[in-house]
Structure formats: C-alpha cells, structure tokens
C-alpha cells in the first residue's frame, strides 16, 4: 500500500481524530490517523467492523501461485520470493481495508508529531515480541530502515528519500526527522515498512537470494518448503499480537499452503478436483465457460462476483519511452488506434471488461469532462508546456463498434499520424522507416493468457506499416527485463490507492526514470509532471488533492504513455464451501486471507 499527501497546516484536530493527548507545544500524539478528515475507528474499538471477532481458529487454507520461487526475502530485488512472506512480518501501524487511508498502532502502540509534521515519533509497544521470544525494540526498527534503504528494493530509498536522521531515544522509542515540513502524509508511511529482527541478521547478508526460514514476529511464520514448488506457514499461537484490536477475528487459519504451477490450465483442473481452495479469476473467458463442473454445478465449488471500491488504476500497453521509436509522442499516439479494444472485449471477455479511460479509473479521482475551472487554476500554468488537448477536449481512447469492419477507419488516422510524424512506408519493405530505421518493436510478456489479447493488434499493427513482434518469457526473465528495462513494450498494470502521493514520484517522475528495479518502467521525465506530482503531495485538503490528481491524469493521459486496456469494479471469485466469512465485506479487499474462518 502506498499512500501520501501535504498539506499547507489546517488545525490539527480537523484531521486527528483520536488524539491521547495535544502537548502545550502543539505535538500531537495518537493511536490511530486518517490521511484527511477523522479516521473511522475510535481509540476504543475493539475490531475492525469487516470481521468476525469470535471466528473460530482452526483448520487451512490452500491457495495456488504461478512460476517458482527461490527466495524468502520479497524486500530485495534478487531473485523470486515465495508468495505469502508478508505474513511473517509486521509494521509499526497498519491500514483498515474500508477506508482510504487511515493508519492504526501495531508495532507502535502510539506515535507523535508536531504541527508541522517535520518529524514523527513511534512508542514500540512494549509486549512486541519476536517468534523467539526475544522483545522487539526500536534497535530493530532502526536497523530494518536502514537496511532497506541501502540494500533493499530501490523503491524504499526512494519512498523514504526525506528522511533525513533516524534516532533511537530509548529501547522502545525512536524518532523520524525529516528534510521537509509540512507532508501530512509522510509520517504515515513511516509506519508501513516491515521490521526484522537486527539480532537473528547479525553475520548474514541480507541482499541475498536465501531459502532459510526467517524469523519474524507476524501472526505466521514458514513450517515447511518445498523449493520452487510449494510453501507452508503455520499460525503463531502465541503471537504476541493476537489482542490488539487491528487483529481480532483476523488471522485464523493454522496453516496456509501456496503450491506452484507453472501451467494456468493445470492449476484451474488441480483447483476442481480439490488441489486447493480458492480461485481469483482474471480471466473473463475462463470465467464465462471453464466453471460448468459438477462440484460448481452441485454447490461444492460457490462461484460469485463481489462488488469494490477499490479503484481500478491503468491497466495498458506501456510503452518505454527511453527508446527512439517511442520517444515522440505523435507515435505513440498512432499506434493506439491500432488497437481494437471493442472487438476483443466482445471476442475474448464476452463484453464484460469496461475501457479504462484514467489512470486512477473505478474512483473519484478519475478526470471527466472537460477541466473544472478548479483543474484549470492548475492546469493554466502549464499552457504550452502540455498538450492543447488537455484543455479542449476529453481524453477518450480509439473507439470502433465492435464489429471489426470499421477498425478502417481508426487505422486511416494511425497512418495519417505517422505520415506527419515522419514515418513514411517504404514500398519495399511494407514498413515504415525514419531515417533508415523501421518502426519495429517487440511486445513483451509472462503470461501466455494475454496472447490471444496481442495477436490482433499486432495484425492491426502490420496493415499500418509497424512490425511489432511478440515475446512470452518465465517469471524470472520477465522480472528481469523489467528491472534493467530491457523492453520496447510490456503490459503493465500501475495500481492506485485512494489517497495518491509519495508513490507518484515512483510511477512518473523524472528522478526515477533511471534508476533500475524502479516503477517508472516508462522513463517518463517529464518536468510538468513532476510538478504537478509535488503539487499532489501537498495538497492541504481531500477536496484540493482530488482536483490536483484529476491535473496530472489528465497530462498523462494526453501525452500517450500508454495504450489504456479494461478493468473490473468486481472480484470474480470461486471457493471450495468450507468457509465461513463475515457478515459486512471490506470495500477494498476480498478478505478470504485473513478475514474467512473454516466452518465447524
């Protein structure tokens, strides 16, 4: 999850809603933080109102994971960790899953700042404990930062870049100070990362590829593995956490197992005839005709759809713009008239996906219309600097009837767009050519699912003059291009939350276009952007960060740096019927993890 936002100081207590107590100078400390306005949850809750705080212990879950693993450690960027390690981790707060971001004591049983937000302060409860039984302290809050911050995944140092001291004040207290003031969001995404033990990494390398079993202090730790093909983890029963209020009728399984397929057809028979418990399904085809078996047909297997809120995203052909071909936006422009979105929607998903249209699509913060005079305020002083477009028209995608037969008309224009843009056909070759270089890329995958998604575009691609070619890859090459970007083209989903801030900076900005293992898998750099990003992170009010987020979609989505696909407002969900869920649904989650109980 990753969340941010500052704010030009509004008083604190229009937006602390449980504070312990407001010290005469203006620090503030508390329990429990929304992003903006009050948090849903009192200082007195006792659970989370999305679970069922007397489910019963007992019993496991089996769940299915495609590719292999060899790895423990999912926080570096060596090898593939085996799915599920998060669960053997906690953090100093963590987020509900019904509202848009809110942050409450875990780790931390309370934590402080000042007005100006230029530092945070966290109280490591002192009941936190290691599965070894050993206390867990601020020592190893310290050391887990800073070994993530210089050994890694790249994302944290960059997520973490204004922090400018850490300090240990005592063996349960240790303060935050920042390069900034004034990040209302900054001291809430303190409390995300995970916290390893400093005594059990004494003497191991941590940015290592490892299949030891790692201790932790979360509600699981790992029972058994097999390498590449299977992971078991067994439930705490003395977990220190299991009282707190953030973890009643949570975390109820004893065991979960993830077992590895390297086939998706494989996997979905395995899940039929009982291999294991739970199927999410991305596919709509597989969706819409695989699920006629006796054990759905007769009940054994339920089979629903589950409405969210949790917004959608982009879901796209990335292009990486540090390549020549795609660094004219006149090109990119053309090649999305190539895609017949309307014709696979009905040929491959029975017409059940929606075009997406923003790159915060399924929420709020989505931009429609044309730009309110709130968005033009922002948006005005740029003029020049981004395309007209953004103010004159609404930015919607190619669009034919479905049909096939009036794609004609969409690949006219692609041809026109080129032909201005300087990529003229050669009668030679069939394709086009600037300066003696072709138009030809190479659309990268790792699912073989989206192949029969590409194909025709890449025969649209071709009447056009662009010989675009296709490749499907294993999990561990695919991670690896993607890291080196070593790509011309990729679908790429970018996932959003509720509440967009520091993580923008990763997705887009002009600082992160360079540096490998990072999000910015575009090489977007892109100085309005980056203005407007900053802009995001201190908006001062939900109302102000709305407008600003509309702003940059609006940028980003004139400039094509993408190809935009589909996306669901739904889970489509199947499950074996051994479980028991709660009554109220999370708005943003599915829950079965760590929310359904196995019925008695």
């Known amino acids: 999850m990753f969340y941010i936002i500052l704010p030009i100081i509004i008083s604190i207590l ?11 100078e203006n620090i503030l400390s508390v329990s429990g933080m929304a992003i903006h306005g009050e948090p849903k949850y009192d200082s007195d809750f006792s659970n989370f109102e999305y679970v069922n705080p007397h489910a019963p212990k007992g019993g496991s879950l089996s769940l299915s994971a495609m590719g292999t693993f060899d790895s423990l450690n999912p926080y570096i960027l060596k090898g593939n960790s085996a799915i ?23 780790i931390a049983e309370k934590f402080e700042m000042p007005e100006d937000r230029s530092w945070v302060r966290f109280y490591i409860n002192p009941k936190a404990r290691w599965h070894d039984g050993k206390a867990l302290t601020a020592a190893d809050v310290e050391w887990s930062f800073n070994i993530l911050i210089k050994e890694g995944n790249p994302f944290y140092k960059a997520y973490y870049a204004n922090v400018e001291k850490v300090t240990i004040e005592n063996t349960h207290q240790i303060k935050f100070q920042f390069n900034i003031k004034g990040n209302r969001e900054l001291p809430l995404i303190m409390g995300q990362f995970p916290i390893f033990p400093k005594h059990y990494w004494a003497g191991k390398e941590f940015n290592k590829t ?6 932790g202090s979360g509600p699981y730790r790992v029972k058994s593995l097999e390498a590449g093909r299977s992971i078991v983890y067994e439930r705490v029963n003395d977990w220190w956490g299991q009282e707190l209020p953030i973890n009643k009728g949570r975390y109820n399984f004893d065991e979960i197992t993830f077992t590895y397929y390297r086939d998706e057809s494989v996997a979905k028979q395995d899940f039929f005839a009982g291999g294991y418990d739970f199927v999410q399904e991305n596919i709509a085809k597989t969706w819409a005709t695989a699920y006629n078996v006796p054990a759905v047909l007769d009940n054994r297997i339920i089979k629903r759809e589950q409405a969210h809120e949790r917004p959608a995203g982009m879901q796209g052909f990335a292009f990486n713009t540090r390549k020549d071909i795609f660094a004219d936006k006149e090109v990119r422009k053309a090649l999305a008239y190539a895609f017949d979105f309307e014709w696979s929607n009905k040929q491959f998903a029975y017409g059940t996906y929606k075009r997406t249209r923003s790159f915060f699509s399924n929420s709020e ?5 044309l730009p309110t005079k709130e968005e033009l305020a922002i948006l005005e002083q740029f003029r020049g600097q981004i395309p007209n477009e953004v103010f004159t028209s609404e930015y919607q995608p190619p669009k034919t009837n479905g049909s096939g037969k ?6 006219r224009i692609a041809m026109k767009t080129l032909d201005k843009a300087g990529w003229l056909l050669n009668k030679d070759t069939g394709l086009r050519e600037k300066n003696d270089v072709a138009l030809s890329f190479e659309i990268l995958l790792v699912s073989p699912a989206f192949e029969r998604w590409v194909m025709p575009f890449i025969g649209n691609l071709k009447k056009i003059g662009v010989n675009a070619k296709l490749r499907i890859v294993d999990v561990s090459q695919y991670q690896k291009r993607i890291e080196d970007f070593d790509f011309d083209m990729v679908v790429q989903t970018f996932g959003q939350s509720l509440s967009p801030g520091n993580e923008q900076r990763d997705f887009w900005h002009s600082e992160k276009a360079e540096i490998n293992g990072g999000r910015n898998i575009i090489g977007i750099k892109n100085p309005v952007v980056d203005k407007l990003i900053d802009m995001i992170i201190q908006a001062p009010s939900r109302k102000e960060l709305i407008v600003r987020t ?3 979609d609006r940028v980003l989505l004139w400039n094509y740096y993408v190809i935009p696909q589909w996306h669901n407002d739904h889970f489509r969900i199947a499950y074996w019927n051994k479980f028991g869920q709660p009554d109220i649904k999370p708005k943003y989650d599915i829950g079965y993890l760590d929310t359904w109980w196995v019925k008695k």
Do not use: C, Q, W
């Open 210 to 215: 490892s299949l030891e079993k790692p201790l």
């Open 406 to 411: 009036d794609l004609r008309k969409n690949l």
């Open 84 to 106: 599920g390690m998060s669960m053997v981790y906690e953090t100093l707060l963590v987020s509900s899953n019904d509202e848009a971001f809110s942050e409450y004591a875990s």
């Open 550 to 552: 509309r702003a940059l």
């Open 14 to 24: 229009s937006f602390i809603p449980f504070a312990s107590k407001v010290h005469a």
């Open 365 to 369: 913060l989505a931009s429609t219309g």
